[in-house]
T-cell receptor, first 116, second 112 residues
Framework: GAVVSQHPSWVICKSGTSVKIECRSL??????MFWYRQFPKQSLMLMATSNEGSKATYEQGVEKDKFLINHASLTLSTLTVTSAHPEDSSFYIC????????????FGEGSRLTVL | AQSVAQPEDQVNVAEGNPLTVKCTYS??????LFWYVQYPNRGLQFLLKYITGDNLVKGSYGFEAEFNKSQTSFHLKKPSALVSDSALYFC??????????FGAGTRLFVKA
């Protein structure tokens, strides 16, 4: 199956700083990637749809200025959590559809953010 | 509203016994249905999908799922559970040919 790589796996930062999470499709081109947030023992919440070469589409209730998404190439999307606060601590997961597949998503390994 | 329901927060089963993880959906049109598995602190892994055709779909690790249109269900099954199957399972449906909606997840515990 298609491989999606996410980095970093773990990050701890101080309140007020910004953190960047990278999501790469390693063996296929992804014009669209998806960013999710997962709270403990809960399902995935779609935050935004990242579109290569254009602005991301954010879900209702997600702050665009807080969660900056850039999709500058067909293999890389980044999520930047700006001015992070403890309530932003969460597990963030990216996904993309494989180049030749029908429908299924391929997920990164996730990034656990802890804001002190 | 389009939605996916997983009525059980947790399913407990003994190793070697059959397992079922339930999923029902509410979408307009013909659904694309999926099951994913998540291990602790990891991303999700694709297990199987139903697009069209045979209602019984076989997937990875011996899992299968049965699409039932009249009951709008897509239950995940395995004839003989393994301890290593213990994980969090998500049912999902693709809507509008683009966005994927996930169920709340069901935690499976397989006891040795």
């Amino acid at each position: 199956g298609a491989v999606v790589s996410q980095h970093p796996s773990w990050v701890i930062c101080k309140s007020g700083t910004s953190v960047k999470i990278e999501c790469r499709s390693l063996d296929f081109q992804a014009t669209t990637m998806f960013w999710y947030r997962q709270f403990p023992k809960q399902s995935l919440m779609l935050m935004a749809t990242s579109n290569e070469g254009s602005k991301a589409t954010y879900e209702q209730g997600v702050e665009k200025d807080k969660f900056l998404i850039n999709h500058a190439s067909l293999t890389l999307s980044t999520l930047t959590v700006t001015s992070a606060h403890p309530e932003d601590s969460s597990f963030y997961i990216c996904s993309a559809r494989g180049g030749a597949s029908t429908g299924e998503l391929f997920f990164g390994e996730g990034s656990r953010l802890t804001v002190l | 509203a389009q939605s996916v329901a997983q009525p059980e927060d947790q399913v407990n089963v003994a190793e070697g016994n059959p397992l079922t993880v339930k999923c029902t959906y509410s979408v307009s049109g013909n659904p694309y249905l999926f099951w994913y598995v998540q291990y602790p602190n990891r991303g999700l892994q694709f297990l199987l999908k139903y697009i069209t055709g045979d209602n019984l779909v076989k997937g990875s690790y011996g899992f299968e799922a049965e699409f039932n249109k009249s009951q709008t269900s897509f239950h995940l099954k395995k004839p003989s559970a393994l301890v290593s199957d213990s994980a969090l399972y998500f049912c999902a449906v693709e809507v509008g040919g683009f966005k994927t909606i996930f169920g709340a997840g069901t935690r499976l515990f397989v006891k040795a």
